[in-house]
């Protein structure tokens, strides 16, 4: 993949590889908390125990962290 360090297609988009790395860190973050949290709850109902589905919460904990981080760093798009 190329850099490119102007705009792109004279529509007022910057192409900078560095805002795109920051887009995909936060967005893959993200969907990742999410899915995790849902297989972690549907492990929950298909075991019927937490015990056995405690390593999927963790899970989820962690990577809503890193999410939580994300946002932090405003990783995540400008506009509000």
Do not use: Q
Request: glycine residues 14%; charged residues 10%; contains cysteine.
């Amino acid at each position: 993949m190329a850099t490119v360090t102007g705009l792109w297609h004279d529509g007022g988009y910057e192409a900078e590889l560095p805002l795109r790395v920051r887009r995909f860190v936060w967005l893959s973050t993200g969907m990742s908390s999410a899915a995790s949290l849902g297989l972690a709850f549907m492990g929950y109902s298909g075991m019927g125990t937490f015990e056995d589905a405690a390593s999927s919460f963790l899970a989820s904990i962690v990577s809503g962290a890193m999410f939580g981080i994300a946002c932090l760093l405003k990783l995540g798009p400008n506009e509000a």
